[in-house]
């Protein structure tokens, strides 16, 4: 990302981490890899980004760790695949943060645009972005769900760390 | 932000959110601002950033209601300032995400280069971006403080919304 201050090397670990994922396609590419979208073609899709912008974010996530890239053998030919990686599946708080932010601070563009953050341990809604208002257990990608209204009310459960 | 497609009307919360602080350098002056900056060269100076650069971050800012203008009568003339809105002052758990992420893997450049979030109530530091693990109360700008023992080993108290 040649037009952006390198803040890589900053003290502060926001100025650090947002050199990471300061960009947000990167935010929403991790968004779309926690709801369980692992090859490009998945990506463009629910994204409605270009090719080139998209290759080029999904590069800079595998060179930054976020993501890692495998190959997957599909019935004719193999694939490639993008796993999220630790460090990918650690972003779910900021996330969080954000959807908690959106709901309470803009303005959704239909009634049933709202997500929420369910903690599938004990089956409750959060309002916190990493730490479960009901039972108060630290929550990570491996026992999160979102529930998307707009797009289904069924709980989606997210996808964590493929650690391999 | 004129090159960036435009998430305001998105369905799910994270890309509206996204739309208003996908920027990093509206994160880095949100910080700036809970950390007490009001001013244009208090912001230009802790940000290392060009005026034009800043001043079209702040004039978006206040547009998207992170920030509200005012004028602060100086000695001489009177001055502007930019005061944190509760919608500006409610991002801390964006960033508090980042700083908590960003301390587990980035790297930092010097071995104090370290942040901790505190919640002044009880005094004790938080492993979550929003919700103190200590005592389990939800944490806000009025009750967090910032550790940043590289700049100071005082907390840093944390200025909350403006509310006038």
Chains 1, 2 share one sequence.
Not at 6 to 25: H, K
Not at 61 to 84: D, F, I, N, P, S
Not at 94 to 123: F, Q, S, Y
Request: aromatic share 6%.
């Amino acid at each position: 990302m040649p037009l952006r201050s390198d803040w890589s090397a900053r003290p502060c670990a926001i100025a650090r981490s947002l050199d990471v994922v300061g960009d947000p396609w990167v935010l929403l590419v991790l968004r779309d890899a926690l709801l369980g979208a692992r090859r490009f073609e998945q990506f463009r899709e629910r994204l409605e980004i270009a090719d080139n912008v998209l290759s080029r974010r999904l590069q800079a996530m595998v060179a930054a760790g976020l993501l890692r890239k495998a190959t997957y053998r599909g019935e004719q030919r193999t694939h490639q695949e993008y796993l999220l990686t630790e460090a990918g599946a650690d972003l779910l708080p900021v996330l969080n943060a954000l959807a908690l932010w959106g709901e309470k601070h803009t303005t959704p563009p239909r009634p049933d645009a709202h997500i929420a953050i369910v903690h599938t341990a004990c089956g409750e809604t959060s309002s916190s972005a990493d730490a479960c208002d009901n039972c108060g257990t630290p929550m990570t990608a491996g026992d999160t769900a979102w529930r998307r209204s707009w797009h289904t009310p069924e709980l989606t459960e997210l996808r964590p760390a493929d650690n391999n």
